[in-house]
């Protein structure tokens, strides 16, 4: 199959073209042709999850055409540009019972997701057990990692004997507890599903794609507040997890973003929390096979996202 012509041209040139001939789809999305869109700078989980779904499932992702890499270290998605609008979009304009349809769907497409089965129970990472990414854990990759590994870092790695003093029994329940792993889209938005003729045509935006404790969908699903009607339409497609979801907004308030690095100065004291790494063993384990890859791209500009 040949190129078309609007790809024989590089990367940067096609944007700087997108951008004079499309209106913007974001800040980080162009649009290149009238069938094609290029998202970056991005990081590998979202690759491996757009392929990984597209592969294992029926779920509408948009198909990926290409990966760009640049010396720097970015990587572009190059992906169909799929028609539509998004849900936040078309929101207001909606009867009962096509918000119904949709969100029917929507079930359907996040059951399929809990149905994959995981490469390993009690595991965190992403959708070919590489590092996670997340906003709400930070601005760093974290993992492999364990359920309990995972619990530890989300509550700033305050000892277990001290949470329920501090955070409260909602957290305590929840970090102590076991959790089948599944696999979540981890941003359920409205901003990230398409709609085409009052159905969905697509879930877009995987960055934080990957496999988490059971009841991350749903709590990520609340994690950016959007409206009281879009909660309950959430619980009607959605598992619930009541408990956790308390014990999420505790940490949200007190404990944001615990992967980031940090420095504070408190009564002349410097405090410096070092964030969060990939772990020390996939690390190991990548060095000692010289693998060439999208992580190797990365990896190689450390400090682009320290």
Request: aromatic content about 12%.
């Given at each position: 199959?040949?190129?078309?012509?609007?790809?024989?041209?590089?990367?940067?040139?096609?944007?700087?073209?997108?951008?004079?001939?499309?209106?913007?789809?974001?800040?980080?999305?162009?649009?290149?042709?009238?069938?094609?869109?290029?998202?970056?700078?991005?990081?590998?989980?979202?690759?491996?999850?757009?392929?990984?779904?597209?592969?294992?499932?029926?779920?509408?992702?948009?198909?990926?055409?290409?990966?760009?890499?640049?010396?720097?270290?970015?990587?572009?998605?190059?992906?169909?540009?799929?028609?539509?609008?998004?849900?936040?979009?078309?929101?207001?304009?909606?009867?009962?019972?096509?918000?119904?349809?949709?969100?029917?769907?929507?079930?359907?497409?996040?059951?399929?997701?809990?149905?994959?089965?995981?490469?390993?129970?009690?595991?965190?990472?992403?959708?070919?057990?590489?590092?996670?990414?997340?906003?709400?854990?930070?601005?760093?990759?974290?993992?492999?990692?364990?359920?309990?590994?995972?619990?530890?870092?989300?509550?700033?790695?305050?000892?277990?004997?001290?949470?329920?003093?501090?955070?409260?029994?909602?957290?305590?329940?929840?970090?102590?507890?076991s959790y089948r792993t599944c696999f979540a889209h981890a941003d359920l938005a409205p901003r990230n599903i398409i709609i085409r003729d009052g159905r969905v045509a697509a879930i877009i935006d995987w960055g934080f794609s990957g496999w988490y404790p059971e009841y991350w969908e749903f709590t990520k699903a609340h994690y950016n507040y959007?409206?009281?009607?879009?909660?309950?339409?959430?619980?009607?497609?959605?598992?619930?997890?009541?408990?956790?979801?308390?014990?999420?907004?505790?940490?949200?308030?007190?404990?944001?973003?615990?992967?980031?690095?940090?420095?504070?100065?408190?009564?002349?004291?410097?405090?410096?929390?070092?964030?969060?790494?990939?772990?020390?063993?996939?690390?190991?384990?990548?060095?000692?096979?010289?693998?060439?890859?999208?992580?190797?791209?990365?990896?190689?500009?450390?400090?682009?996202?320290?």
């Amino acid at each position: 199959m040949g190129q078309s012509l609007g790809t024989l041209f590089p990367l940067r040139l096609r944007l700087w073209f997108g951008n004079l001939l499309f209106r913007p789809l974001g800040p980080s999305t162009t649009r290149v042709s009238w069938h094609r869109i290029v998202k970056g700078p991005c990081y590998p989980p979202e690759v491996e999850a757009m392929q990984y779904v597209a592969s294992h499932t029926k779920i509408p992702v948009p198909k990926v055409y290409a990966v760009h890499t640049e010396d720097n270290g970015s990587i572009y998605i190059e992906m169909a540009y799929v028609q539509g609008r998004t849900l936040e979009g078309v929101w207001k304009g909606l009867s009962t019972d096509q918000k119904d349809i949709i969100f029917a769907d929507i079930q359907q497409h996040i059951s399929s997701l809990r149905e994959l089965q995981p490469p390993e129970q009690d595991t965190v990472c992403s959708a070919l057990q590489n590092p996670a990414y997340d906003c709400r854990i930070g601005a760093r990759f974290f993992g492999p990692m364990n359920h309990g590994e995972f619990h530890s870092l989300a509550r700033g790695h305050l000892h277990k004997d001290d949470v329920a003093p501090f955070l409260g029994q909602e957290v305590d329940k929840t970090h102590t507890s076991s959790y089948r792993t599944c696999f979540a889209h981890a941003d359920l938005a409205p901003r990230n599903i398409i709609i085409r003729d009052g159905r969905v045509a697509a879930i877009i935006d995987w960055g934080f794609s990957g496999w988490y404790p059971e009841y991350w969908e749903f709590t990520k699903a609340h994690y950016n507040y959007v409206s009281k009607e879009w909660e309950e339409y959430l619980r009607l497609a959605l598992p619930n997890y009541e408990l956790e979801l308390t014990a999420e907004r505790t940490l949200w308030r007190m404990l944001p973003e615990p992967g980031t690095r940090s420095t504070m100065h408190r009564g002349g004291v410097t405090v410096k929390h070092k964030g969060s790494d990939p772990a020390e063993a996939w690390l190991e384990a990548r060095a000692g096979r010289q693998l060439t890859d999208l992580w190797s791209v990365v990896l190689s500009q450390k400090s682009r996202w320290e």
